[in-house]
């Protein structure tokens, strides 16, 4: 029996997804909260397989919910259900833990499916976001000179080439100069590079960094 907590702060939607859920012979719903505090209050009284959590919500959206269940080290998976599709929030969700995201407009033996996946422990996107996904990384892959590198070291890679000092570029993104340090040394292994100059160099002639600045 695949045990579950839903939140949406939409009574009418969800009071029809806890009647789809509990009508089928494996799934029983445990709790319903309108809020993100509610939300994580059941979670942690009933620690259920699957919690299934709308975006916006009053009290904590889903995403904080998801954040915080993985803080409490408890054992339920999040799928988060939705109308958003935008890159923004299934990103948010994938940093944040969630093992799923589905959109509300999905028909009702996708949604059944979907809950079925995550409980098992699977990953699983909606057929459109998971569409928007792939053209998303793959954007992503085209447009990075250096896709060995991950996002962050990326960014602290251009802002060398702008010239910047460790100190100038923790202030830029607001950590220390010591995980700044920690994402040169990432940045001059990964490209066999000797030395910041050098990484100065070849950054530039990837097109990072424009006109150096002052730091």
Do not use: C, W
């Given at each position: ?95 944040a ?20 996946a ?8 909606g ?17 990075s ?71």
């Amino acid at each position: 029996m695949i045990r579950l907590i839903l939140a949406d702060d939409h009574p009418v939607f969800v009071s029809g997804l806890r009647a789809l859920l509990d009508s089928e012979e494996d799934m029983t719903v445990l709790a319903v909260a309108v809020t993100g505090e509610e939300a994580l209050r059941a979670a942690i009284e009933h620690r259920p397989d699957v919690a299934v959590l709308d975006v916006n919500m009053p009290g904590g959206d889903g995403l904080t919910v998801t954040s915080r269940m993985r803080a409490a080290a408890l054992p339920t998976r999040a799928l988060i259900l939705t109308m958003y599709d935008d890159d923004e929030n299934v990103l948010a969700a994938l940093r944040a833990g969630a093992h799923g995201y589905a959109l509300k407009g999905a028909g009702p033996e996708e949604i059944t499916a979907t809950v079925r996946a995550v409980a098992r422990g699977e990953a699983v996107f909606g057929a459109g976001v998971a569409t928007r996904l792939l053209a998303h990384f793959s954007k992503a892959v085209v447009a990075s000179p250096f896709p060995q590198l991950t996002e962050r070291e990326h960014e602290v890679l251009g802002l060398v080439a702008r010239g910047l000092d460790n100190t100038a570029i923790a202030r830029r993104l607001g950590v220390s100069a010591k995980t700044v340090r920690n994402h040169v040394s990432n940045v001059l292994t990964k490209l066999q590079l000797a030395d910041r100059p050098a990484a100065i160099v070849r950054a530039r002639e990837a097109g990072l960094g424009g006109a150096p600045e002052s730091s």
